[in-house]
């Protein structure tokens, strides 16, 4: 695969002159083989900055591989991007994006995707805070790249024993609130969904939730073997092509990254770097893989849910079995 800090300089410099903010061209960093500057926000302890140095300081001691840094200042003057990638045996990619604005707005997505001859599960963690006196909203999980609704082999095989783990954490931080029947389907039963005004107590509740979610799934990868089987590889591809292809068009931080670069820069930072794998390892559409969100004219149901359904409270019991209706 390109390297990632290729791909966001290429991106960066073609669609720079379609938009509305020539400065752009004059914020962009880009940095290889290199670690974690300091910057006045990892001052901060209520900062997540450090959660994504955790994150690479982590992997870097359980795999060796190549890291690149980019950073880009927003059309406002007052907040910055900045992009982090991870590339190693087993990890096709370890990607962060922390936005970071003068008024206290966070915003961090970091995730990591398997290589396609590993079925793992995909990690993932969002935090939004909007300012310091407002809720700052979390989720993290390890997501089933296969079925756990239905099928109890790969729930057996990723997530039997670490139900004690997700359940120590749901009683620390409550669920969140409504969550759409159609994202639950990429969801685990040990997902965290939180909202809560910041104070240190919390978040260092959170902080030590991300860091106990993120050394599970390092050891799940450390334990991994190979899959030589090409249909099984297959199929591992399509699911996560489907998971990215899912998240490209639902991302809820779109909006935000529109306003800030421009829409042009914003859907590239979307598709060639927070789900970057949407061209490049598979064909299928949005409206292939979710048909049911197609409206007149062939376009797609912009709606977050279509089915209407959301869970205020967690649809999943102390041994990590669904009990809300059934969804397809």
Known sequence: MESLSSSISTLFSTTIEQQPYPMLSNN??????????????????????????????????STKGLEEFSTLKAADGKTELKMCSFQAPKIRLLRSLFIESSDGMQVLDLAIFPEVEYDLPIFCANFFTTGPETKTSYYRDLNPLHDVMNETRYKEKYYKSLIPLGLKYTELLPWGGKLTSESLKFFSPMVIWTKFSPSHEKHDILFSAFKDYYKAWLSLMDQAKEETDISQIGLNREAQHRYLTWRAQKDPGYNLLKRLIGETLAKGVVNKFLFNGVKELGNKTFLDYFPEYEVEGGSINEKRSIVGKSFESRPWDARGVFVGDTFS
């Open 28 to 61: 962009i960093n880009t940095r290889c083989h290199c670690s974690m500057k300091k910057t006045p926000t990892q001052d901060n302890v209520l900062s997540y900055q450090k959660f994504v140095k955790f994150a690479l300081d982590e992997t870097n001691l």
